[in-house]
């Protein structure tokens, strides 16, 4: 994929962006936040950073235009991001303490304190990093994947939102699509909570 077309189109959509990050920009956001960028999400990245859309979507929280702006250290920007990482798995708390369970997790515990124990350690086992795209949309951190599906996380609410990088940034702001195919690539922890279907959720 030759990201730098894409920037302009997405450019055409309403998406603004300043220069594309160095090298020593990556590796500054890799190191800081404890992430490895996949190879697409680099070669993104270089070709320009997206840092708002045009008019503002808000999303739920702290920001109109939720895009990581990777080279700014600034207590502002970092607290987004931080927000952002640490959303897939309050997400899943939040849905634990509502009454929903995963089946694949094992038995359910009696006392809530223990369900979301086992939540949190089974997320910290089974989950591989995820790295904020937009607002609540991620690219999974996978090794032997350059270029790995995206998914939109809201607790056991996600879905696949792109095949890939490119097919996400187009349907999100070119096409304005939800429709996704099932990519070819499985992504562990979150696979069974999109395919699972209601079959394995226990409620109460």
């Not at 450019?11 to 190879?39: C, N, Q």
């Not at 920001?63 to 600034?74: C, G, L, Q, T």
């Amino acid at each position: 994929m030759v990201y730098a077309e894409l920037v302009e189109i997405l450019k055409e959509h309403g998406v603004h962006f300043a220069p594309g990050l160095t090298e020593e920009e990556l590796a500054r956001a890799e190191e800081f936040y404890g992430i490895v960028f996949p190879k697409a999400l680099r070669e993104f990245y270089a070709a320009g950073l997206p840092v708002s859309t045009d008019p503002p979507e808000p999303p739920p929280t702290i920001r109109w235009d939720w895009f990581p702006i990777w080279n700014d250290f600034s207590e502002e920007s970092v607290a987004v991001i931080r927000n952002q990482m640490e959303w897939p798995l309050q997400g899943l708390l939040y849905d634990v303490e509502n009454g929903y369970w995963m089946k694949a997790w094992g038995e359910r515990p009696e006392k809530m304190e223990e369900r979301l124990e086992v939540c949190r350690a089974v997320f910290a086992e089974r989950s591989p990093k995820l790295i904020p795209v937009y607002v609540r949309s991620y690219v999974p951190q996978m090794d032997g994947e350059d270029d790995p599906p995206v998914i939109s996380v809201y607790g056991l609410d996600t879905l696949y939102y792109g095949e890939n990088l490119a097919d996400y940034l187009h349907r999100r702001f070119v096409e304005h699509s939800h429709e996704v195919s099932k990519p070819d690539v499985t992504i562990p922890f979150w696979h069974n909570i999109i395919t699972g279907g209601s079959d394995n959720f226990k409620i109460s």
